[in-house]
């Protein structure tokens, strides 16, 4: 059943995954924070419950300004934090290099986490080093948001995929330990190809309690077919594991009327579904329509 409406955090970072331009224009719109923080306040009068983003700098930024100027506006969204923010490592490794990027984030990891890090050094224990990798990431957001608020921590897609192609299970148990017993919340992955990480989580007998996933009528980014992907959605979410459905307007291809429509046939089956603008008045009015159509209708 249908529990959350999320606000997602893609146009005020600029992603766009249909154009880099429109990504760009968009990002323009945003550029002020106050701009961002109206979208958030006027999403949350139109009925969203939650804020779903990256650990990226923008947001963090974004979070701070509004923990000092509006903290109960703050107090009033969940938290969905998706980590870590792919893309910037990957800018990182293009500017320092790959083994340059390594030493740097290393040195974090040691100036954050010393005990842990020689702990898991002597022991050899890689898994516990990217649990420690991953509180880094989370650390400044912790510090800002209330912690009571904040539902789930879920891998960006590409570690899911990476964890997924190389059958890292070993590294995905250390990781969900890490978050449900030091960080104390729920724990999650983001994934193009649900079917694919439904087998996975099978074969591996890995129990989590979200996944992220694109979910809309035309089959945009739902993989490995728009039919098995359904179908996992629905058998996932009869198992109890909580759907957050994602890119339902495919990118702006889809009214929010007819993802509506689309959607209600998963009502029993997804938990939450993400909607990402940069138009206060979009912000509202997609929240009042999913509102209805999905937690009344």
Do not use: W
Request: net charge positive; glycine share 6%.
């Amino acid at each position: 059943m249908v529990k959350e409406i999320l606000l997602g955090d893609n146009p005020f970072i600029g992603v766009s995954h249909l154009a880099q331009e429109k990504a760009r224009n968009e990002r323009r719109e945003v550029s002020a924070i106050e701009a961002k923080v109206e979208v958030l306040k006027v999403a949350l009068e139109g009925g969203a419950t939650g804020f779903t983003f990256s650990t990226h700098q923008a947001n963090l930024e974004l979070l701070t300004y509004i923990a000092k100027h509006y903290p109960e506006t703050l107090k009033k969204l969940n938290y969905y934090i998706l980590v870590p923010y792919a893309q910037g490592y990957v800018r990182k490794a293009n500017i320092s290099g790959t083994v340059g990027l390594a030493k740097t984030v290393l040195k974090e990891i040691v100036a954050k986490h010393p005990l842990d890090f020689v702990t898991s050094a002597i022991t050899l224990n890689i898994d516990k080093l990217a649990g420690m990798f991953i509180a880094m990431e989370l650390d400044p957001y912790l510090k800002t948001i209330p912690r009571q608020n904040i539902k789930a921590i879920l891998l960006h897609e590409v570690l899911t995929e990476l964890i997924i192609a190389y059958n890292l299970a070993d590294l995905l148990h250390e990781l969900k330990k890490f978050i449900e017993k030091k960080l104390r919340t729920g724990f999650g992955l983001e994934t193009r190809n649900i079917g694919q990480l439904k087998k996975f989580l099978e074969e591996n007998s890995i129990e989590i309690d979200y996944i992220m996933t694109p979910l809309n009528p035309l089959g945009y980014q739902m993989a490995p077919s728009k039919e098995e992907a359904e179908k996992a959605v629905q058998e996932l979410g009869e198992q109890g594991i909580k759907i957050i459905a994602i890119n339902i307007l495919a990118s702006g291809a889809v009214t929010v009327e007819k993802a509506c429509e689309y959607l209600k046939q998963f009502k029993d089956s997804i938990y939450a579904v993400a909607y990402g603008t940069t138009k206060p008045h979009r912000a509202k009015e997609n929240a009042v329509v999913l509102r209805e159509c999905l937690l009344r209708g």
